[in-house]
């Protein structure tokens, strides 16, 4: 089961994630992200210190959401992910179009570097 706490920094949406991320869980997790878009959000960032795991379709998913949100120029970012969860996000290369910072200052401080064409 995956637990999400969500709070705001000016136009950032900040998701605090906890548990397994899989097929299952992805139903509150989308409707938090494609809610910050609908707010206006031009970043959101998932906490995934307290993800255990993440299996093919939570990857997906995460590939999918980068799509929707990049039409309305909001930017993903991932924020201190686990070693295991880290290795299966870089390995998939998800890292390289969603970055990965390791602390949530950082994140909400970077500037997304992407450009949208």
């Not at 909001?74 to 179009?97: K, M």
């Amino acid at each position: 089961m995956l637990a999400v706490r969500e709070h705001c920094q000016h136009n950032t949406k900040i998701l605090d994630l906890s548990g397994s991320f899989d097929a299952s869980s992805k139903l509150g997790l989308e409707v938090a992200i494609l809610g910050a878009k609908e707010m206006g959000c031009q970043h959101i960032i998932l906490n995934f210190a307290e993800i255990t795991w993440i299996d093919s379709m939570g990857l997906g998913q995460l590939f999918l959401w980068y799509h929707k949100m990049r039409p309305n120029h909001v930017h993903l970012s991932i924020v201190s992910p686990q070693p295991t969860v880290r290795n299966l996000l870089e390995s998939t290369h998800l890292s390289e179009i969603v970055p990965i910072y390791q602390s949530e200052k950082e994140a909400v401080e970077a500037q997304p570097q992407t450009p949208y064409v």
